[in-house]
């Protein structure tokens, strides 16, 4: 398996544009998640799926943020309108958990967002 | 979420032994103790994790104190693609509980040639 694939690697934008940040998780895991890393806030949790469903999103910061996650392999994060402030690198991980136990995440290489 | 503390930022030399902190007071009975990494400009990686015992994989050893109240996260003998953020992560073991993996700040371990 290639691992966690996420497009683009690089965005540039200009302010109030949409931007849609893609994630491919690795075959067969069923937990997918997305952070969003800053020098001033670390990393932190936007939000997590399993088998598909959005389990939590309280760290999405505002509506401005969506994410999907339409079939196994493929999930979304949407910035609409866009802002300055959303600049940062953002990070998809995945792992799966077969019967009790929990495994390690997968991380993607990140996709740096500037918004300018 | 149970909390983690760890030192800011940690230096050791190339080929020593590193020995990396992690305290967690308030560790529940069926949190595992995860370690990540962080290298420059890459995703987290997964280093370890433990629940109760001492553990060995081939990139670090993790030493769990007899109350899990501290762990000790242990490179052996440390080269300069060592240099990353490590972050010590307590995880519920069970499935199906609030799965979230939660990042506090880490320590930023600086090797020396």
């Known amino acids: 398996d290639a691992g966690v694939i996420q497009s683009p690697r690089h965005e540039v934008t200009e302010m109030g544009q949409e931007v849609t940040l893609r994630c491919k998780p690795i075959?067969?895991?069923?937990?997918l998640f997305w952070y969003r890393q800053t020098m001033m806030r670390g990393l932190e949790l936007l939000i997590y799926f399993n088998n598909n469903v959005p389990i939590d999103d309280s760290g999405m910061p505002e509506d401005r943020f969506s994410a999907k996650m339409p079939n196994a392999s493929f999930s979304t994060l949407k910035i609409q309108p866009s802002e300055p402030r959303d600049s940062a690198v953002y990070f998809c991980?995945?792992?799966?958990?077969?019967?009790?136990?929990?495994?390690?995440?997968?991380f993607g290489q990140g996709t740096r967002l500037t918004v300018v | 979420d149970a909390k983690t503390t760890q030192p800011n930022s940690m230096e050791s030399n190339e080929e020593e032994p590193v020995h990396l902190p992690c305290n967690h007071s308030t560790i529940s009975g069926t949190d595992y103790i995860h370690w990540y990494r962080q290298l420059p400009s890459q995703g987290p990686e997964y280093v370890i994790h433990?629940?109760?015992s001492n553990v060995n994989n081939r990139m670090a050893s993790l030493a769990i104190a007899e109350d899990r109240k501290s762990s000790t996260l242990i490179l052996h003998r440390a080269t300069l693609r060592d240099a990353a953020v490590y972050y010590c992560?307590?995880?519920?073991?069970?499935?199906?509980?609030?799965?979230?993996?939660?990042f506090g700040k880490g320590t930023r371990l600086h090797i020396l040639p």
């Open positions: 075959s067969g895991h069923d937990y």
């Open positions: 992560i307590l995880r519920d073991v069970r499935a199906n509980r609030d799965d979230k993996i939660i």
């Open positions: 433990g629940l109760t």
């Open positions: 991980a995945s792992s799966f958990s077969p019967g009790d136990i929990n495994t390690e995440a997968f």
